[in-house]
């Protein structure tokens, strides 16, 4: 107490970090320097001793938070693990298998803001003959847009059958997820079917961002505009589909929101971004143009996304 | 940033004010407030989101269960004021010909 020096002060330090490996309550530390100060100053005591008690009394009810902020802190441990499981469960769950075609190439990039993701794109194909892809973006995200994405994925599971027509796979899938959910979730999608012998791809949306068309012949990108609610909104509801033909080096590029909604800077007009990127990189592989795109959209962004961001490209 | 919404009731009819941001972190607080609201049979409902300078697909979320709400209990909502960004956030997602809205400019035409 009188000659209080740095050493002093160091050994103090390496003391506490001992206590606190070994859970000593805050009212006990007092309680072991009371005992140290009666022994070194016997005579002092009877002053003191009042002091200390109070301050003991004082400590333990820091004591009691701190007990509880360490059974929070295990109660988040265990929340994260059980975290982690399930978003493995959903990575193997919601899988999305690209397949690999001769006469078509296929990129596709797909990556959650937060452990999970809410989108989820989807492949059908026959042989080289047809070749569907659906890309949905669920609202919300984190775990209840999982398990409403698993239930759109065994619902387009079981249309095997009929995955050629867009408008039926949607008309579809809206009744299942209408009857599945509750008021404020729905789904938004955009499902495309090409005819790879004929090159005609035809497509249908239900609530979903546009996709582009590059055509290579004219040198220029097309939207593919197609009017369609969203999907578990209302349950009978009707969706059109359009067609157009696909020709050599044409591409079809189809996106969720977090790719077009730039929240930070509004001015930029983020298709423009698009369609200049990927206009002076056609020559890339379909995957290497998803990866560019990314790449580029995180730049613009500042590296800070705020959407999951899903990108499906197709190269003639 | 947060979201407010104000109501006011003037001549049986119910006006609500938003404001700010409506994202995934912000939209709870709104759907509750909204979810208070006592729709009776033929209460007139107007949302001005005129001060509504962001808005994502769970706040979009947030209106389409209001709307089925009142859809239910025989009420009428509409939405007013929306920016050209909402505008076209309500007219990708079909909502715009499912729900009754009013852009910015009609209101400015009024």
């Given at each position: 107490m009188v000659n209080q020096t740095e050493r002093n002060l160091y050994i103090a330090q390496n003391f506490t970090r001992q206590l606190i490996q070994k859970n000593i309550s805050p009212e006990d530390v007092i309680s072991i320097h009371k005992n140290a100060v009666e022994q070194i100053f016997p005579n002092q005591m009877n002053e003191l001793q009042p002091a200390y008690d109070f301050l003991i009394e004082v400590m333990v009810h820091y004591g009691m938070a701190h007990r509880e902020h360490q059974s929070l802190l295990q109660k988040q441990a265990e929340y994260e693990m059980e975290m982690k499981i399930a978003t493995n469960i959903q990575k193997?769950?919601?899988?999305?298998?690209?397949?690999?075609?001769?006469?078509?190439?296929?990129?596709?990039?797909?990556?959650?803001?937060?452990?999970?993701?809410?989108?989820?794109?989807?492949?059908?194909?026959?042989?080289?003959?047809?070749?569907?892809?659906?890309?949905?973006?669920?609202?919300?995200?984190?775990?209840?847009?999982?398990?409403?994405?698993?239930?759109?994925?065994?619902?387009?599971?079981?249309?095997?059958?009929?995955?050629?027509?867009?408008?039926?796979?949607?008309?579809?899938?809206?009744?299942?997820?209408?009857?599945?959910?509750?008021?404020?979730?729905f789904v938004s999608m955009f499902y495309?079917?090409?005819?790879?012998?004929?090159?005609i791809f035809s497509y249908a949306s239900a609530g979903h961002e546009p996709a582009l068309h590059y055509s290579a012949k004219n040198d220029q990108f097309f939207t593919l505009e197609a009017k369609g609610l969203l999907l578990g909104v209302l349950s009978e509801t009707n969706y059109t589909f359009h067609e157009i033909v696909l020709e050599e080096n044409d591409l079809i590029i189809m996106m969720t929101d977090g790719v077009t909604e730039f929240r930070v800077k509004e001015e930029l007009n983020s298709r423009e971004v698009i369609t200049t990127l990927i206009k002076e990189n056609r020559h890339l592989s379909a995957q290497q143009l998803c990866q560019l795109l990314y790449k580029e959209i995180e730049r613009v962004q500042n590296f800070k996304l705020f959407d999951d961001f899903t990108v499906v490209i197709l190269k003639k | 940033m947060d979201v407010t919404i104000h109501f006011k009731e003037i001549d049986h009819k119910l006006f609500g004010f938003v404001e700010g941001e409506i994202d995934t972190f912000t939209a709870s607080g709104l759907r509750d407030e909204l979810e208070a609201v006592k729709i009776t049979e033929g209460l007139e409902i107007e949302l001005d989101l005129s001060k509504v300078n962001y808005m994502d697909s769970t706040g979009l979320g947030i209106f389409v269960a209001f709307y089925k709400r009142a859809l239910r209990e025989n009420g009428k909502v509409k939405l007013v004021?929306?920016?050209?960004?909402?505008q076209r956030l309500f007219e990708i997602t079909g909502l715009s010909d499912l729900m009754d809205i009013e852009t910015d400019k009609k209101v400015e035409l009024r």
């Amino acid at each position: 107490m009188v000659n209080q020096t740095e050493r002093n002060l160091y050994i103090a330090q390496n003391f506490t970090r001992q206590l606190i490996q070994k859970n000593i309550s805050p009212e006990d530390v007092i309680s072991i320097h009371k005992n140290a100060v009666e022994q070194i100053f016997p005579n002092q005591m009877n002053e003191l001793q009042p002091a200390y008690d109070f301050l003991i009394e004082v400590m333990v009810h820091y004591g009691m938070a701190h007990r509880e902020h360490q059974s929070l802190l295990q109660k988040q441990a265990e929340y994260e693990m059980e975290m982690k499981i399930a978003t493995n469960i959903q990575k193997t769950l919601l899988k999305t298998y690209v397949p690999n075609m001769k006469n078509i190439d296929i990129g596709m990039i797909s990556v959650p803001i937060r452990k999970m993701n809410g989108d989820y794109v989807h492949f059908f194909h026959d042989g080289e003959e047809y070749l569907s892809v659906a890309v949905t973006d669920v609202v919300g995200k984190g775990v209840p847009a999982a398990l409403c994405m698993s239930m759109v994925k065994y619902g387009l599971e079981t249309l095997v059958y009929a995955y050629k027509d867009p408008s039926y796979v949607l008309e579809v899938i809206n009744r299942v997820i209408e009857k599945g959910v509750d008021d404020s979730m729905f789904v938004s999608m955009f499902y495309g079917c090409l005819n790879v012998e004929q090159n005609i791809f035809s497509y249908a949306s239900a609530g979903h961002e546009p996709a582009l068309h590059y055509s290579a012949k004219n040198d220029q990108f097309f939207t593919l505009e197609a009017k369609g609610l969203l999907l578990g909104v209302l349950s009978e509801t009707n969706y059109t589909f359009h067609e157009i033909v696909l020709e050599e080096n044409d591409l079809i590029i189809m996106m969720t929101d977090g790719v077009t909604e730039f929240r930070v800077k509004e001015e930029l007009n983020s298709r423009e971004v698009i369609t200049t990127l990927i206009k002076e990189n056609r020559h890339l592989s379909a995957q290497q143009l998803c990866q560019l795109l990314y790449k580029e959209i995180e730049r613009v962004q500042n590296f800070k996304l705020f959407d999951d961001f899903t990108v499906v490209i197709l190269k003639k | 940033m947060d979201v407010t919404i104000h109501f006011k009731e003037i001549d049986h009819k119910l006006f609500g004010f938003v404001e700010g941001e409506i994202d995934t972190f912000t939209a709870s607080g709104l759907r509750d407030e909204l979810e208070a609201v006592k729709i009776t049979e033929g209460l007139e409902i107007e949302l001005d989101l005129s001060k509504v300078n962001y808005m994502d697909s769970t706040g979009l979320g947030i209106f389409v269960a209001f709307y089925k709400r009142a859809l239910r209990e025989n009420g009428k909502v509409k939405l007013v004021g929306l920016s050209n960004r909402l505008q076209r956030l309500f007219e990708i997602t079909g909502l715009s010909d499912l729900m009754d809205i009013e852009t910015d400019k009609k209101v400015e035409l009024r």
